[in-house]
């Protein structure tokens, strides 16, 4: 891009700058590069060799009317004397070439044109200066408007990232809430269950207390000769009829019968087998 490196020395920057500047914004013509030069005015020129395309620089490709106007103005200020081959028919601007026209008619629309003879003047030094400062002017004001809006983006990415914080946050309470019901209900049922266990072992004990106090009566009974509690079978007559003096002895009703022979049976009061023997009836009398 000879004619905007050349367009740019003859508006009095560095030549240095203006090679970084076309270079860092991929020759991408005279609106871009004018702003990198403007933007990085205070800082010092770095080596050609590491120089590469900014993101920047691809954003501010995307040229408005505006800014294909503000090329224009920056062509005209480094262009020599000449003539003018279009002219809009339309709104009346005139174009250098043909490229220029068709640029404008594809922004805005035009498709009326006409050839021109007119003789392009040089601009004074004077008029140079002073288009020159109107452009550095309005790119000012075009950063100025985009830094407000970079400033409106950030502010609407922090309140959507501190919404998603805040989100987050309610979500990490509702999920420790319900752990703590959760937790509260499990130490209810842990507490019922140990309740019924130690019931359960409560009622064993007394059960098992309950067995050895019988175990214990019965050997008592068994020692001291006395009818065993709980046991009916273990009554005798002469016990049941100390327990009834008023009643009358019990018959079987059946007539009285000699025998020959008496069988005795002999328990001991300590229990174990008993001693039996058969006697005859005369031994019984003598």
């Not at 702003?35 to 205070?42: T, V």
């Not at 629309?109 to 288009?131: A, M, R, V, Y």
Request: aromatic share 2%.
């Amino acid at each position: 891009m000879a004619g905007d490196k050349d367009t740019l020395i003859s508006m009095g920057f560095d030549p240095a700058r203006v090679e970084w500047a076309l270079k860092a914004t991929g020759n991408r013509g005279l609106q871009p590069a004018m702003d990198h030069i403007l933007e990085n005015e205070g800082q010092a020129v770095p080596d050609p060799g590491s120089v590469s395309e900014s993101s920047s620089s691809a954003r501010k490709d995307n040229m408005d009317v505006d800014d294909d106007e503000d090329a224009e103005a920056l062509k005209s200020l480094g262009a020599a004397a000449g003539n003018i081959e279009a002219k809009c028919s339309q709104c009346g601007k005139i174009f250098r070439n043909t490229a220029l026209a068709q640029f404008h008619a594809e922004k805005s629309g035009h498709d009326q044109f006409e050839e021109s003879t007119e003789e392009i003047k040089p601009l004074t030094e004077e008029e140079k200066k002073q288009k020159l400062a109107e452009l550095r002017q309005k790119m000012s004001e075009k950063r100025a408007r985009q830094a407000v809006e970079d400033a409106k983006e950030q502010k609407a990415s922090e309140a959507l990232r501190r919404k998603a914080g805040k989100d987050m946050i309610k979500i990490k309470e509702e999920l420790k809430l319900k752990q703590a019901q959760q937790e509260a209900e499990q130490r209810k049922r842990d507490k019922i269950e140990d309740a019924k266990a130690k019931a359960a072992i409560k009622a064993q004990i007394e059960a098992d207390k309950k067995a050895r106090n019988e175990k214990f009566a019965r050997e008592k009974a068994i020692r001291d000769g006395l009818p065993i509690p709980g046991d009916s079978s273990t009554s005798t007559p002469a016990v049941a009829a100390a327990a009834a003096p008023g009643k009358a002895p019990i018959t079987s009703g059946v007539a009285g019968k000699d025998y020959s022979e008496t069988r005795l049976q002999i328990r001991m009061s300590t229990g174990g087998q008993p001693y039996t023997t058969t006697l005859s009836s005369e031994a019984c009398k003598s």
